[in-house]
């Protein structure tokens, strides 16, 4: 080989080699605030024009978000298993950037049959369902109405047969029902991010770590509940409808689902103590167990999406190697 040629192939060696670091070295996608802006789709359905994202190949997931949150929540979990799953994570009704018109109710049960409306027009028949706070109270109306819809359930801190509304909440619910709501404790946060953050805003009240509630995260959650009238009052309608114990009547049916259940508790949530993660363990036949998280508030599967993984993986029966 002369000179000249050997050099040429030796740099061609050399480039594609570079290249092979490059590829292997390059991370997925973060997702982020601005990921979830890009990535926000709507589906028009009867009942509303519902924001969701999805993420992934392969059998679908479901993710409901707990109050007063929105999908965003669950972005840390479609990071981890988009590999291994169709991870869809919509706003529910009165949440997020869901655009529902005025007149429609929005309570926990209209909310499971939405979910099921926006599976329909996915063209998903079933899912594995996770939820967190009253995102699990809608996901055990959907259990019931839906059952041949759902393989498998991961529910974290939520509310629970009797648990429903727990005492802690009553106090938002008071300020729903006099209209102040979005005055007396959404605002105020929006423009003061440390009071969010801080023992009396949602950061203290529901976040392990609220110091690391970022401003952006805050917006993201707030903002849309805010910003018109309609919004406002339906922030308030459901809060209100919260108020009333829809779960106990659908004891005997919650105990004759025979799918796979989990549940991972957290244990300094003031609002669903882990004795009602056990009452679940009991009624389910189909229940694997609690996992209890010490040191953990309510909103710890949005601050600790590899634990989140991790269960699911299990549940799944997904390499936990490979989430």
């Not at 903002?223 to 459901?238: D, K």
């Not at 189909?286 to 634990?307: H, I, K, Q, T």
């Amino acid at each position: 080989m002369r000179r000249r040629d050997f050099l040429k192939t030796s740099s061609a060696i050399v480039a594609t080699s570079a290249l092979d670091r490059q590829s292997f070295a390059k991370q997925p996608e973060p997702i982020d605030a601005a990921w979830y802006r890009r990535s926000r789709r709507f589906a028009d359905l009867p009942i509303s024009r519902v924001a969701y994202v999805e993420h992934g190949h392969g059998p679908a997931a479901l993710f409901i978000h707990g109050y007063p949150l929105n999908g965003y929540q669950w972005r840390g979990a479609l990071e981890r298993l988009h590999t291994h799953r169709r991870c869809i994570a919509p706003d529910v009704m009165g949440m997020g950037y869901t655009q529902t018109p005025a007149g429609q109710p929005i309570s926990p049960e209209t909310q499971a049959d939405m979910l099921a409306m926006l599976l329909d027009s996915l063209h998903v028949d079933a899912v594995d369902l996770v939820a967190n706070d009253s995102g699990g109270l809608v996901a055990q109306h959907f259990l019931v109405k839906y059952p041949r819809r759902v393989r498998t359930l991961l529910l974290t801190n939520c509310d629970v047969d009797t648990n429903s509304p727990p005492a802690e909440f009553l106090g938002i619910l008071e300020l729903a029902k006099k209209g102040t709501l979005v005055d007396k404790f959404l605002i105020p946060q929006l423009n003061d991010k440390q009071l969010a953050r801080s023992a009396k805003g949602i950061g203290g009240l529901a976040y392990t770590y609220p110091e690391k509630l970022t401003d952006e995260t805050i917006e993201t959650y707030f903002r849309p509940l805010v910003e018109t009238p309609l919004r406002r009052s339906q922030v308030n309608e459901y809060t209100i409808s919260m108020g009333t114990n829809s779960l106990v009547a659908i004891r005997e049916q919650l105990h004759q689902w025979q799918g796979p259940a989990r549940m991972v508790w957290a244990l300094k949530d003031i609002f669903f103590a882990v004795e009602w993660a056990d009452w679940l363990n009991q009624t389910l036949p189909g229940s694997r167990g609690v996992r209890r998280v010490e040191d953990a508030n309510l909103f710890f599967p949005e601050e600790m999406p590899d634990l989140i993984a991790e269960e699911v993986s299990k549940l799944w029966g997904v390499s936990a190697r490979a989430v």
